[in-house]
């Protein structure tokens, strides 16, 4: 009778535990979360024009029942015209560069990988400056930016599946990365070189550092809406990417085709990677270090960790963006700031994280 | 349940196994013996569909196992590597759970796959380190949970790739005692190992892999002889009996 009673404790306690770890990582999501919407309404406010909190809501019932009052038409405008788009597009590019970054480097079982160190945005960058020095329409820039960013990739993980046969497989990965991105970066300054000074020259050095300034609300969409079908794609592998954590031939033992899912991620990464490109240039460091971030908070598993990338991803880029139109008269290049950043923080997370990732 | 017919296995041109007819069936724990370099884990990588076989075919219940699919083929056979580092430090109740991706209904756990998983781990004392992360523990501990991992796959082959290299003594003893446990529950149990007394110890049955062929099979008692230690291992050993059991064991020297 006894052993029954304490068998049921013991379980009972088991399930409580299990209950409370469950519980502090879900947390951590709502917490993010929340944090994510306050500086998403704290970027509403601020900018040249200024607008309070009280300003900011009541424009938001208004417009919600219907009705803006004359008094907040110039709120309202300012609001959904320009910051409401600019916010939207930074929080999406925040979150497509992070978790791409997380996809990657479950997937290729190494911690110091992303898409931009792999070459897809020198490749994307360099299909964009082929398209703009050939006078392009935007559709095809997009899809120029694209091709180069995944054949940028691709090569960078033949060559090191070709040369990585022994020794350390992360830093031969990350070397022809490296190699890679110098090629690209060269077929860029050829393609700067022989740009119409006047005319193009300018507008590849301007796309390729990247501004959300002149974001539009169809913008927003355009970027939105994909990057959310790319998030949904790559979540619906969070579970197959643990396994993938531990090689290809353990996970293929463990049941998962390797081989399929990693096709699906590049490609998907580098759509929702190039898309973001095309928006605010080559963005480095972000979808390095918001999964390392990420990671020391709530773990590698990714049916947390891809989450709450995202929301991170989101909320620091947003955070750029706002320091990017806010800090100077004029403003700053995003992409400029996220590197100026993005360096010093990985320093100190490699430091902190040194011991295991 | 296992049969490798006229199976030649290698890498490209350096073929390693040449056409050996081998059959294995449930209950049993095979022991893989050979030299270093003599392809027992060719042989494996063939098995488990990693590599593919030069010629010859591998039949799974019948079935050829290049008809199978990657999932289907994790059904029948779980595979447990030696314990290794992880790049990312997953829990250990995590890296257990990965056994069962497979058998997940709508791609992650359901509560009936943490029973069991918990299940496993009680099954294998190791409940006490189930929430710690798996780069924090010990080899021996390590490898106990990837036992753990395969069991939680619920298949009915195991194959185990030296599955006490590195451990020290205790632990080589630990896993023997756990795999004597997974032939009682009927589970087909193929493994190499460097040390013939382990075959004496656990085995049912021993597979010596010598110049590309399969020198003996059988029981460990009647393949395992003085001659064998000197023609595999090139060594003047001796297999004595001890005299309190019936258990024997190899001597070099």
């Known amino acids: ?357 | 349940m296992l049969q490798c017919r006229k199976l030649t296995c290698g890498y490209g041109k350096k073929i390693t196994i040449k056409d050996i007819d081998l059959s294995f069936e449930k209950g049993e724990v095979i022991c893989l013996l050979g030299s270093n370099g003599v392809g027992k884990t060719t042989f494996f990588k063939t098995l488990l569909g990693f590599l593919k076989s030069v010629s010859g075919e591998i039949f799974l219940l019948g079935k050829p196992i290049s008809n199978y699919s990657k999932k289907n083929l994790a059904k029948h056979i779980a595979y447990v590597p030696q314990a290794h580092q992880a790049p990312f430090d997953f829990s250990i109740k995590d890296v257990v759970m990965m056994g069962r991706t497979i058998h997940f209904k709508r791609r992650v756990p359901s509560s009936k796959d943490w029973e069991i998983v918990d299940q496993v781990i009680d099954e294998l004392g190791i409940e006490y380190m189930k929430d710690d992360s798996f780069m924090s523990i010990s080899g021996g501990e390590r490898q106990m949970v990837l036992i753990a991992r395969a069991l939680a796959q619920e298949s009915d082959i195991i194959i185990m790739d030296e599955p006490t290299s590195n451990l020290d003594f205790g632990n080589q003893s630990k896993i023997l005692q756990v795999i004597k446990k997974l032939k009682e529950k009927n589970k087909l149990i193929i493994m190499t190992t460097h040390s013939p007394n382990q075959a004496f110890e656990c085995g049912t049955e021993v597979v010596i892999f010598n110049d590309k062929k399969v020198l003996g099979k059988g029981n460990p008692d009647d393949i395992i002889t003085d001659q064998l230690l000197k023609q595999v291992y090139d060594i003047n050993g001796k297999v004595y009996e001890l005299h309190d059991s019936d258990l024997k064991v190899c001597v070099s020297c």
């Open chain 1, 1 to 357: 009778m006894d052993v029954r009673i304490a068998e049921k404790v013991k379980v009972e306690k088991q399930v409580e535990k299990k209950e409370k770890l469950r519980i502090n990582k879900t947390w951590f999501i709502g917490l993010m979360l929340v944090l994510m919407i306050m500086v998403i309404m704290l970027s509403l406010t601020a900018g040249r024009y200024e607008i309070s909190l009280n300003e900011l809501l009541s424009t938001i019932m208004f417009k919600l029942k219907g009705e803006v009052p004359d008094s907040l038409r110039q709120v309202e405008t300012i609001l959904f015209q320009v910051r409401l788009p600019r916010v939207i597009t930074s929080v999406f590019i925040g979150a497509a560069l992070s978790i791409s970054g997380t996809a990657y480097q479950s997937m290729f079982k190494n911690p110091m990988v992303s898409p931009d160190i792999l070459g897809v945005s020198v490749g994307a960058g360099f299909g964009a400056a082929l398209g703009i020095i050939f006078n392009r329409g935007y559709m095809e820039i997009q899809l120029l930016s694209f091709a180069f960013g995944l054949l940028a990739v691709t090569v960078t993980y033949i060559i090191s599946h070709a040369v990585g046969k022994t020794g350390d497989k992360i830093i031969v990965l990350v070397l022809c990365g490296m190699v890679i991105r110098t090629v690209f970066q060269a077929f860029i300054s050829i393609t700067k070189y022989l740009a119409d000074p006047e005319d193009s020259l300018p507008a590849i050095t301007f796309w390729l550092m990247g501004s959300l300034s002149a974001v539009t609300l169809k913008d927003a969409l355009y970027i939105g809406i994909p990057t959310t079908i790319g998030i949904i794609i790559l979540m619906r592998y969070r579970w197959q990417l643990n396994v993938m954590a531990f090689g290809d031939e353990e996970a293929a033992s463990l049941g998962v085709d390797t081989s399929i899912i990693r096709k699906v991620i590049i490609v998907v990464s580098t759509i929702i990677v190039s898309m973001s490109i095309s928006v605010c240039g080559t963005i480095g460091w972000v979808g390095l270090i918001i999964p390392h971030f990420a990671r020391m908070i709530v773990g590698p598993d990714n049916r947390m960790l891809m989450p709450f990338s995202i929301l991170i991803g989101g909320t620091y880029l947003l955070i750029m963006d706002d320091v990017a139109r806010t800090m100077l008269q004029v403003e700053i290049p995003i992409s400029i700031l996220t590197s100026i950043i993005g360096a010093p923080i990985f320093v100190l997370l490699l430091i902190r994280s040194r011991r295991c990732w």
